[in-house]
């Protein structure tokens, strides 16, 4: 480009410079921004481009939760038999490959033994993989969590097994994620969910519970 005379010094664009309508009646982002979006950005004055991957990491996307108020029971269950909780699952759609989902679960049960001991043991699934269990150790059951208690009464113990997971499903489509019971006795028995085993209505014992289960996407 000529210029008559001395050719004018540079000089960078400041955010004074922007007429602050130039965007009034322009068309709207439908959908969150790709990564390779770029915006520009006042910082102290200076106009800088900044691209859309480094917002917004790390955020939560969306929130869904289910909550069991009403029992559950399996009967006669066999040792390292495993099966859903009804009411214990909830499905999300992650908005892109690149996010995580965070389950946390609060589930209470109970079961009764010869030996009077309540125990009861969960997996915790996607869709119907295992996503949170130990590491393979000869023929010993694989489970997301255990609890055991022995007492002179076992048909009025109840435990409760709490905790979360960081998962990564790498996928656009419906998710399910779900809690399933697990009997970790060596023979079949009844396993109950937000009961005692003696479940017999009294004002002091065999009390009732409430379990859940809540997965957030976390945005990567």
Do not use: C, W
């Amino acid at each position: 480009m000529s210029y008559i005379g001395s050719k004018p010094a540079n000089k960078p664009v400041v955010a004074s410079d922007l007429d602050p309508t130039v965007i009034t009646g322009q068309t709207a982002l439908a959908t969150s921004p790709a990564d390779t979006d770029e915006f520009l950005i006042s910082d102290a004055g200076v106009l800088k481009r900044l691209d859309a991957s480094l917002i917004g990491g790390g955020k939560i996307g969306q929130v869904i939760s289910a909550t069991k108020t009403d029992t559950f029971t399996a009967s006669s269950l066999s040792g390292a038999a495993a099966i859903d909780i009804t009411g214990l699952s909830v499905a999300i759609t992650p908005s892109a490959t690149s996010s995580k989902i965070l389950i946390i679960y609060n589930v209470h049960g109970s079961n009764a033994t010869a030996a009077r001991q309540s125990s009861f043991g969960i997996r915790l699934v996607r869709g119907s993989t295992d996503i949170s269990k130990a590491d393979a150790a000869g023929s010993r059951q694989r489970v997301t969590a255990t609890q055991s208690i022995r007492s002179q009464d076992d048909v009025n113990q109840m435990s409760g097994l709490a905790g979360n997971f960081l998962d990564s499903p790498s996928s656009t489509s419906a998710t399910t994620y779900k809690i399933q019971l697990i009997n970790i006795n060596d023979s079949s028995v009844n396993m109950h969910i937000n009961r005692t085993d003696g479940n017999a209505d009294d004002a002091n014992v065999r009390p009732l519970a409430t379990s859940n289960i809540t997965v957030m996407e976390v945005l990567a």
